[in-house]
């Protein structure tokens, strides 16, 4: 099967790009990479009319150090990520998991911002950047907000994007010296989505102990239980009553999936 008809444009700027999302004569979408939306069209689960690539819009292919956060604009491809040719606040945490997504052609040409936006649970940024306590920066005809991850990924290819927005930026904080971090996912084999994610961070500096859950069927779950990562512990019985609200709930062959990937991911912030 192959897409529907449809127009395309690309604009400049960001003020240019709202303006033909927000047209409503027409169904207008956003695209950058296409990596998700590319078999969407083709399987015609979204018919836009006109899709507006925003690859070519400057301020959203930088990178940029702003104060105590990097600051990548939403169509940095993860390969320029896993490169690592910029000033990286996160002290290797982003070149690392960027490497581990997909394959690399599918790197060349994934945004970061799009993984965020099509809000994947398994997608290793949607997990990554709640660990790190990052912000999306989203632009609208009413102008710009900034929301926390956590409140933007709503559950499973859900978002607090609303019509007509499309994000610009992501701040992610940065790192001290002292940050320990620890990922881990499970993949049937290279380059598959994972079935169960855990990511650690521990940044004694800035007084964060955070763990997250995520693949689990909805929006990263977020643990913020100094307990469950000294020492290397992950007790079975703890992640099971943090997932018995999810659709995982009762599913013990599930729940011990992700107790381990969380497991193994506490072992490297804290071996």
């Not at 956060?69 to 000033?87: K, N, Q």
């Amino acid at each position: 099967m192959k897409a529907i008809d449809f127009d395309y444009a690309r604009p400049a700027t960001v003020e240019e790009a709202l303006d033909l999302l927000d047209r409503d004569d027409i169904g207008a979408r956003p695209v950058a990479g296409a990596q998700s939306l590319g078999p969407m069209l083709n399987l015609r689960l979204a018919q836009p009319d006109l899709l507006v690539d925003i690859t070519g819009i400057a301020e959203l292919c930088a990178i940029r150090v702003d104060r105590d956060a990097v600051a990548i604009g939403a169509c940095v491809t993860h390969a320029t990520l896993e490169d690592g040719r910029y000033d990286d606040a996160t002290r290797g945490v982003l070149p690392k998991v960027a490497g581990g997504i997909a394959y690399r052609a599918v790197r060349n040409r994934g945004t970061i911002g799009g993984s965020l936006a099509h809000a994947d649970p398994a997608a290793d940024w949607v997990a990554t950047l709640t660990a790190l306590g990052a912000e999306v920066v989203v632009a609208g005809r009413g102008g710009r907000r900034t929301v926390p991850v956590t409140d933007f990924v709503l559950g499973v290819f859900e978002t607090d994007l609303q019509p007509g927005e499309i994000v610009v930026e992501i701040r992610v904080p940065a790192l001290s010296e002292r940050a320990r971090w620890g990922y881990y996912k499970f993949c049937r084999k290279a380059g598959e989505f994972s079935h169960a994610t855990g990511a650690v961070l521990v940044d004694p500096a800035r007084g964060v102990r955070r763990a997250v859950i995520a693949a689990a069927s909805g929006r990263p779950i977020v643990i913020e239980d100094p307990e469950l990562i000294q020492g290397g512990g992950c007790r079975p019985e703890r992640v099971a009553e943090i997932l018995a609200d999810t659709p995982l709930a009762g599913n013990a062959f599930e729940i011990n999936t992700h107790t381990v990937a969380l497991k193994r991911a506490i072992a490297q912030v804290t071996g």
